[in-house]
């Protein structure tokens, strides 16, 4: 496993296992099974709907909880709720979250930060930061908070690498990390002729090949399966590097457009859309 030590100097994976859309027993399993096949780190949220789940595929796990590095998010309709953090903190029965976000950047998102710093200063969260936060509204947490994120979630891929966000965040101390690092499974991109090369090179995975670009690019990313031969095969990236020839050719497929657009309404969904353990 390979590690980012974030601007406090916490150690984060750079791979996690995403589980969003994944419900019930299944993610308990699937959890479990990340956690004894090479992951050291999950990635869930609020809004997920999974995070008593989450936590009991924790537990289920065996594995110890300080070897085991636990990212949520905040869900916008709980940015000015006092006690979603330790209501969150309940739900995943836990003592601690390793790394807690923002998850858009709706609503009353400046007060919703103070309150990640406020139980950051308490313990309750060893880290903190933002998803799918544009430069201008990172600009603001910066200007009007008190502790710098330490993390940018973000869509990040070969064909949209983040560029302009990525310098921001490089230029500021702030870690990337990928919640989008196969393009939602885009069969054009996983089918390009550049991975189709670099897999037969390496006896890797067209998929692979690409996971593996993210952690040289220097970015985390959380990929998601509820295949447990999938789980295995995207933890297996760490037993080869790819070239800078062959990271030039990787470049070279950058379309500097993401597949997820943000609208007014999309916004307006995510700023009104409660959770489902919300009343």
Not at 102 to 117: Q, S, T, W
Not at 178 to 196: E, K, R
Not at 232 to 238: E, G, L
Request: aromatic fraction near 10%; glycine fraction near 6%.
């Amino acid at each position: 496993m390979n590690y980012i030590i974030l601007n406090n100097g916490v150690k984060m994976p750079k791979l996690g296992f995403g589980t969003i859309n994944q419900f019930g027993n299944q993610i308990i399993e699937n959890v479990n099974f990340a956690l004894n096949n090479g992951y050291q780190l999950i990635d869930t949220a609020n809004r997920y709907g999974n995070e008593v789940e989450v936590g009991k595929g924790i537990k289920k796990s065996g594995i110890k909880r300080e070897d085991i590095f636990l990212e949520t998010k905040l869900g916008p309709t709980l940015y000015e709720n006092n006690q979603a953090i330790d209501d969150t903190l309940k739900r995943l029965d836990v003592d601690y979250i390793d790394l807690m976000l923002l998850h858009h950047p709706v609503n009353n998102y400046i007060y919703a930060y103070k309150m990640l710093e406020k139980a950051y200063k308490e313990g309750k969260i060893k880290a903190i930061g933002l998803s799918n936060f544009s430069i201008e509204k990172i600009q603001e947490i910066l200007d009007q908070c008190e502790i710098v994120p330490a993390v940018m979630q973000v869509e990040c891929h070969p064909y949209y690498p983040a560029e302009a966000v990525k310098s921001f965040c490089d230029e500021h101390g702030i870690a990337l990390q990928s919640w989008f690092p196969l393009g939602h499974g885009n069969t054009d991109m996983l089918n390009d002729p550049v991975f189709i090369q670099l897999a037969q090179k390496y006896n890797k995975t067209a998929v692979q090949i690409i996971l593996r670009w993210h952690t040289q690019m220097g970015f985390g990313l959380v990929p998601g399966s509820t295949s447990n031969s999938h789980i295995k095969d995207n933890a297996h990236i760490f037993d080869f590097e790819l070239t800078s020839e062959d990271m030039d050719l990787i470049a070279s497929v950058n379309k500097h457009q993401p597949f997820y657009h943000v609208t007014k309404e999309s916004l307006e969904k995510l700023a009104t859309t409660k959770c489902n353990f919300e009343e």
